[in-house]
């Protein structure tokens, strides 16, 4: 590691520097000044690496699981195995990111983390087909991701000023995007060829370059005036209190759980394929619906320096989440597939901005000794709310149909997240 970035002093920020505004096309482009800092250029570029490589394992572990049981169900069965552990962990690694060097956890579970996927390899290559033991890694490799992802997010803060860190968060918004994109078209194109098992060394080699940029990091200990503390269930709890005293953190978190939970019709995609889109082929279909809301939040993210200066985020999220509940709507009353990809992008526009100014008001409202508690709970919301929301749609779908099931959803969302603003005026007036 570098001498001069391995002080532990707490002044990790650089100040940021006055530059003229962008003119022409880079008004529009993205906004790539936090990549001018080294540290955050290695965080960033660590998140490349995993962004595509977790997709890998992503791909590899249902497709496993089918071909051993042929059976849908032990692949959602594994999926839920994963879930339990990374809430669990994610919760428990907020707190931990708050009382040690973030750097320091960061390294240990991306070590973790790339140990898991060449066991992952071992057992694809010497054939164990064992679907237990396909479900205890996949929960060892998620406990593991509980534990870094409110570190990597919460250093953010630290490597960044706060007039950047909306463009830092588009910066990996985007990149995270791109990986759900690419990571799944590229293992589909590299299982026929090199097989399942090297699928996942592949993913742990990757690895190696995000342990090597981590390790380059500055230390990320905490801050001179937090008080040293142990990583228990009093200091999670604390962490809820934190967010129930503090309305602004409380209402993004509430925006989120609004646009998933009514607004993501996911699950209902394989039905809408078949039935109203199937004249199209209902493989194209299918894979079209899934593909057009990360294809629309990386276009979001590329032309991300339309927004990423905004200053008042309160509204940013309410706007984005309102534009969300628009579009699902649009995509339910869609008759023709290709109206309805076009609304599919433009509500993964809408998530882009929501994301990005939803992860900068977590980072900058809440102090250093609570941001991996904040981004602990974070990630438990992002990866909750889209699963409760597969039962919500599942069932309403069911009873009233797709198309109506979307389009409700949608209206709901816009109601619901209307009525929040106007009944709580924090988030309304919420600006850095």
């Known amino acids: 590691m570098d001498t001069s970035e391995s002080s532990t002093a707490p002044q990790e920020k650089e100040p940021s520097e006055v530059t003229a505004a962008p003119r022409g096309w880079r008004r529009w482009a993205m906004d790539t000044r936090p990549l001018r ?6 965080l960033w570029t660590s998140t490349i690496v995993t962004a595509v490589g977790s ?15 042929g059976s849908s169900a032990w692949v959602g069965a594994a999926s839920l195995a994963g879930l339990v552990p990374l809430t669990v962990f994610a919760l ?9 060097d973030r750097r320091r956890l960061l390294l240990i579970t991306n070590i973790g983390i790339a140990v898991t996927s060449v066991l992952f390899w071992l057992q694809a ?46 910066l990996g918004s985007t990149v995270m995007q791109t990986g759900q994109v690419v990571g799944p078209l590229l293992a589909g194109v590299l299982i026929p060829v090199v097989g399942l098992p090297e699928l996942y060394l592949l993913d742990a080699l990757a690895l190696c370059v995000t342990v090597w940029a981590v390790y380059r990091l500055p230390a990320l200990p905490p801050l001179a005036a937090a008080v040293r503390r142990r990583a228990g269930v009093r200091e999670i709890a604390e962490g809820f209190r934190y967010i129930s005293l503090h309305k602004v953190l409380l209402l993004s978190f509430l925006a989120d759980t609004i646009a998933m939970v009514f607004g993501m019709p996911r699950a209902l ?19 079209l619906l899934f593909a057009a809301i990360p294809i629309g939040a990386v276009a979001g993210g590329l032309f991300s320096g339309t927004f990423s200066r905004a200053r008042r985020h309160g509204w940013m999220v309410i706007g984005s989440v309102v534009a969300w509940g628009v579009a699902v709507t649009g995509f339910g009353l869609s008759g023709s597939l290709w109206l309805a990809v076009v609304f599919l992008a433009l ?31 974070f990630t438990v ?44 005026p924090a988030l309304r007036r919420y600006r850095v």
Do not use: C
């Open 37 to 42: 800092r080294p540290a955050y250029r290695r």
């Open 55 to 69: 997709q890998l394992t992503a791909v590899a572990v249902p497709k496993q699981v089918y071909d051993i049981t």
């Open 92 to 100: 428990w690694g907020g707190a931990i990111a708050d009382s040690m």
């Open 125 to 170: 290559a010497a054939g164990l087909e064992s679907v237990a033991v396909l479900m205890v890694l996949l929960a060892l490799q998620q406990a593991f991701w509980g534990l870094n992802s409110p570190a990597r997010n919460a250093s953010i803060a630290r490597l960044v000023p706060e007039d950047e860190l909306a463009a830092a968060n588009a």
């Open 269 to 287: 995609f394989p039905q809408l394929a078949s039935e109203t889109y199937g004249s199209y082929g209902e493989g194209l279909a299918l894979g």
């Open 347 to 377: 509500a993964g526009v809408a998530d882009m901005v929501s994301m990005v100014f939803r992860g900068a008001i977590l980072l900058s409202a809440a102090s250093d000794e609570m941001r991996g508690r904040m981004q602990g709970v």
């Open 381 to 424: 919301v992002v990866a909750g709310g889209p699963r409760l929301a597969d039962v919500l749609h599942g069932t309403a779908g069911s009873a009233f149909g797709p198309r109506a099931a979307t389009a409700g959803g949608g209206l709901l969302v816009v109601v619901l997240m209307l009525g929040l603003a106007a009944a709580v």
